[in-house]
């Protein structure tokens, strides 16, 4: 079994930065595809970066160019996110292979 958890959600002015970890523990596989998703209120979850083992990355048009998605070693991804903007307010939920979620960090953007 694999546990993911999240950390370095919070409150951040329009314009700030935050940068998202995603530790995973357990019995750990190489996974084809490791991802951020986020969920805000009233609204599906959706894809926000991914990354695959080769270290093709993929981005959702509305944060192209904001944000960078990373591996550390084996078992961490970040979410770096830079110009952060009041509709990018969410529950932030990283992903190994799309069968593992961590449990959520909130990010919220506002003055």
């Known amino acids: 079994q694999v546990q993911l958890v999240e950390s370095g959600g919070g409150l951040v002015q329009p314009g700030g930065s935050l940068r998202l970890s995603c530790a995973a523990s357990?019995?750990?596989?190489?996974?084809?595809?490791m991802g951020w998703y986020r969920q805000a209120p009233g609204k599906e979850r959706e894809l926000v970066a991914g990354?695959?083992?080769?270290?093709?990355t993929n981005y959702a048009d509305s944060v192209k160019g904001r944000f960078t998605i990373s591996r550390g070693n084996a078992n961490t991804i970040y979410l770096q996110m830079n110009s952060l903007k009041p509709e990018d307010t969410a529950v932030y939920y990283c992903t190994f292979g799309g069968s593992f979620w961590g449990q959520g960090t909130q990010v919220t953007v506002s003055s």
């Open positions: 990354i695959f083992n080769s270290g093709t």
């Open positions: 357990g019995s750990i596989l190489a996974f084809y595809f």
